[in-house]
């Protein structure tokens, strides 16, 4: 049978309880909550339900949800075909009766006052899932409720950031400041709702990678990421509890250089993010940041629109800067703290692989280094991300062999990347 009364199931009294316990969990989501899913969720697809398992960050919020998605409806039974280990489905049924969305979305903004009223026979019939957005997957999607845990963040992570002193004291406290965490007398743009944003670029200046233009004076410097600039990102976002949302300038690149693409585009990226209070990380955003000329209509008209945008943001937006472009004083102007990133020195390096290889830690035990290995590895002229790659490659490889993670798999994980070997190999490779 499709349905029948629980008294019937043979393990009825557990069932209850998991499926109370599920219903307080529902109501204690009401309102707006940043919380981590692992496992279950589905978002809509021509009007078809298709399900996917995610492991990351969302934002739990069914009122933004349906301001965003207006015209969203819910699946029916058969669409979701959704059962819990226990072969019970249970579905919002109100939901589903409703064809009033207006009365529907009037409750779901409420104060929550009746929700904190439910009883038992509630509990029991509420929603499985939750409308939610994945900052990972950038989508609107319904998230199972018993796949949503508490975030754990890691405050700590600010602390292990390899820039000056003084520049943490000043990102701290001018994020402090945006956010409203210390009491200011605000100071505002003299057109109400320009300025009152916190615009960050983080640009690389390596030694090995600057470019100069013909009258020799000095530009931005190119080079490769593994730096520490998204990690900046990420370690501010940890310390102030707030969740990440990262947008690759590749997923900003509009057919014929269509502005008015873009500008609908950056709408929602800054609707979303300001709601959310989120960290909003442009990554590589050279593009548009270039200088304008008189020889590139499409460029100029994403520049004067990114310009546009940028100025009325009223969150904080990191940039990130890779190669060598002559930027567009419009955009420098608005930015209002440059951080600047060098090649990862020794000690650097010796710090990031120490912190990984703690990380790779496997059933048999932590991973076991000779200490001149480790100086061996410190050597090796790779960027963190790189470092972090081999690390967790070398995690795998050991995990499958059921043993502890040592140099044998480090050399194995370094085999599997050209570069790796190469930097393994090569005694003239060393720093």
């Avoid at 929700?115 to 939610?132: H, I």
């Avoid at 009152?196 to 200046?205: A, D, F, P, R």
């Avoid at 990102?233 to 590749?250: C, D, N, Q, R």
């Avoid at 959310?276 to 520049?303: I, P, S």
């Amino acid at each position: 049978l499709e349905a029948f009364p629980l008294c019937h199931h043979p393990r009825h009294q557990q069932v209850r309880k998991d499926l109370v316990e599920r219903g307080q969990k529902f109501r204690d989501l009401a309102g707006s909550h940043i919380r981590h899913c692992k496992g279950s969720a589905f978002f809509m697809n021509k009007g078809k339900a298709l399900k996917v398992n995610i492991n990351s960050r969302v934002a739990v919020d069914a009122a933004f949800f349906h301001e965003m998605q207006p015209n969203y409806s819910r699946p029916s039974l058969r669409d979701l075909g959704a059962r819990d280990k226990n072969g019970i489905a249970v579905f919002d049924l109100g939901a589903m009766l409703m064809e009033d969305r207006e009365r529907q979305k009037e409750r779901m903004q409420g104060d929550g006052m009746e929700a904190q009223k439910l009883c038992e026979a509630n509990f029991l019939v509420a929603c499985p899932t939750v409308c939610c957005f994945s900052f990972k997957e950038k989508m609107f999607l319904e998230c199972a409720v018993s796949a949503l845990v508490n975030v754990d963040w890691s405050s700590e992570s600010f602390d292990c950031l390899q820039i000056p002193s003084e520049t943490k004291t000043l990102l701290l406290s001018m994020a402090k400041t945006r956010l409203g965490l210390i009491p200011t007398v605000p100071f505002d743009d003299v057109i109400d709702g320009k300025g009152q944003g916190l615009n960050i670029l983080l640009e690389y200046v390596g030694f090995f990678f600057l470019n100069y233009v013909k009258d020799s004076t000095l530009t931005r410097a190119s080079g490769p990421p593994g730096v520490g600039k998204t990690f900046t990102v990420e370690a501010t976002s940890e310390y102030f509890k707030l969740p990440l949302y990262s947008i690759s300038a590749g997923e900003l690149v509009v057919d014929h250089g269509d502005s008015n693409a873009l500008e609908r585009q950056l709408e929602t990226i800054f609707k979303i993010a300001k709601h959310f209070k989120a960290v909003l990380l442009l990554d590589e955003a050279d593009a548009f940041m270039e200088q304008r000329t008189a020889y590139h209509g499409t460029h100029n008209r994403l520049v004067t629109v990114f310009l546009r945008k940028l100025e009325y943001y009223q969150g904080i937006l990191f940039l990130t800067s890779n190669r060598g472009i002559q930027s567009d004083d419009a955009i420098l102007s608005r930015i209002h703290l440059i951080i600047k990133y060098k090649d990862l020195s020794r000690e650097f390096r010796k710090g990031l692989w120490s912190t990984f290889l703690t990380r790779a830690r496997t059933v048999q035990g932590p991973a076991m280094i000779e200490e001149h290995d480790l100086r061996r590895l410190e050597s090796l002229a790779l960027n963190g991300r790189e470092i972090k790659n081999i690390a967790a490659v070398a995690h795998a490889l050991a995990e499958a062999d059921a043993n502890q993670v040592n140099y044998k798999y480090l050399e194995l994980a370094a085999e599997s990347n050209q570069k790796f070997s190469k930097e393994f190999g090569r005694q003239e490779m060393y720093i």
